[in-house]
Structure formats: structure tokens, C-alpha cells
């Protein structure tokens, strides 16, 4: 129900913009989160954006180079990545809140709708 795109190769300094298209689902009341999961590693948040689009939150390795946005007309959100080092490399998730007594804030109780990722490598 959440399909993640605009992943790939880049190099240092470079930008990606990801996308995080919904179906079967409608977003726009819910809050939506981006997530990462590097090799060997845990996964960790990235960002948070609530269902009025104000005020999103962002993990601090990404705060100031990364946005994120949503369109809830075309049921999307975006994760754009500018000044990408190689620790930002790692596969990237989109979810969204439990529809169930959403509030549509950050962060939500729970996600219950994940994408299935996308790959980001950014190397020299």
C-alpha cells in the first residue's frame, strides 16, 4: 500500500528526492514517517511529518539537509536529500500512522503501513 521510489546511486554532496506513493490508503489524515536502515545497523528514524504538514521533525544527522514534504492531492510524501554524505547510504522506508484513533501527529502510537524500501548509495 506504500511504494517507495527515487532511490539510487549518487555522490557525495549530491541530492535525491524519494517518494512514498499511497494506494488502497488514504494519507491525508495520518502522520507519515521516513526511516533507514544502514548495513549492520538498526533501523532509525529520519524524519516525521503530521497530517497538516506543519512543523515536521527530523533526526539530527539529517536535520538542515533534508525536507520533508507531503501532497495529499496526489497521496504522497517526499523525502528530499541534499548534501548526502556516504553515512546516508542504506535502504529507506516510508510509514504511515495506524488509521485506527489516528491523531495525525509525530510520532505516531504506531505505524501500520510500510513500504517495501528503496535503496540509497552515496559513493565516490
Known amino acids: 500500500q506504500l511504494v517507495e521510489s527515487g532511490g539510487g546511486l549518487v555522490q557525495p554532496g549530491g541530492s535525491l528526492r524519494l517518494s512514498c506513493e499511497a494506494s488502497m490508503l488514504s494519507i491525508d489524515k495520518l502522520a507519515v514517517g521516513w526511516f533507514r536502515r544502514a548495513p549492520g545497523k538498526d533501523r532509525e528514524d529520519v524524519a516525521c511529518?503530521?497530517?497538516?504538514?506543519?512543523?515536521?521533525i527530523y533526526s539530527v544527522p539529517v536535520k538542515g539537509r533534508f525536507t520533508v514534504s507531503r501532497d495529499d492531492a496526489q497521496n504522497a510524501a517526499y523525502l528530499e536529500m541534499n548534501n548526502l554524505k556516504p553515512e546516508d547510504s542504506g535502504i529507506y522506508y516510508c510509514?504511515?500512522?495506524?488509521?485506527?484513533?489516528?491523531?495525525?501527529?509525530?510520532?505516531?502510537?504506531?505505524?501500520?503501513?510500510w513500504g517495501r524500501g528503496t535503496q540509497v548509495t552515496v559513493s565516490s
Open positions: 510509514a504511515a500512522e495506524r488509521e485506527f484513533l489516528a491523531l495525525g501527529r509525530c510520532p505516531p502510537r504506531v505505524y501500520d503501513f
Open positions: 511529518i503530521e497530517s497538516d504538514g506543519r512543523d515536521p
